[in-house]
């Protein structure tokens, strides 16, 4: 409310600290930096969200832990109505005479959207992680591959009398 007309500029620093509020605990630790601007105007608000930094997540492949480097952002117009209504995500209703918004909630859900759903270490992607659980897989998908090609090679030795078999349904 004691706002000017104009932009107003904020900054956050966010830590584990901030998502256990929300009993989220996905994160080891995280580090991200949140901006954001208020654009107060006559008859609304908007507020453009930004936030850039890592958290540390284990590697869905490996179980090993890494810090996962995101970003994003998000805008929101706040206007003034009769009563409260945050049914849009995009839009929020204040009742008149409020002077306070507390914007926890959406900068927690737009961190946590950010996060993709499969997260894989950066090694694994380019080959430099070494570690027992990336070994069993590459032992695995070898052994896979070699139950696959002997498969090939038993449907190749099928008995001769089956393909005269199958050129009576062809010769139709």
Request: hydrophobic share 35%; charged share 35%.
């Amino acid at each position: 409310m004691g706002l000017k007309l104009g932009k107003h500029h904020f900054e956050y620093q966010i830590s584990n600290a901030f998502f256990e509020n929300f009993d989220y605990d996905e994160f080891q630790s995280s580090d991200i930096k949140v901006s954001l601007v208020l654009d107060k105007k006559s008859n609304m608000l908007e507020l453009e969200f930004k936030h850039k930094g890592t958290v540390n997540v284990p590697c869905d492949l490996t179980g090993e832990d890494f810090d996962l480097p995101i970003k994003g952002k998000m805008k929101l117009i706040v206007r003034f109505g009769d009563e409260f209504n945050n049914d849009n995500e995009e839009l929020l209703i204040l009742p008149h005479g409020e002077h306070e918004i507390d914007v926890a909630q959406y900068i927690y859900e737009m961190i946590a959207l950010s996060v993709p759903l499969k997260r894989v270490h950066p090694g694994v992607k380019d080959g430099s992680l070494q570690t027992e659980a990336l070994k069993k897989l590459n032992e695995l998908t070898v052994k896979e591959v070699k139950e696959e090609k002997e498969e090939s090679k038993k449907e190749e030795d099928i008995d001769p009398r089956w393909d005269k078999l199958k050129q009576l349904l062809t010769d139709k």
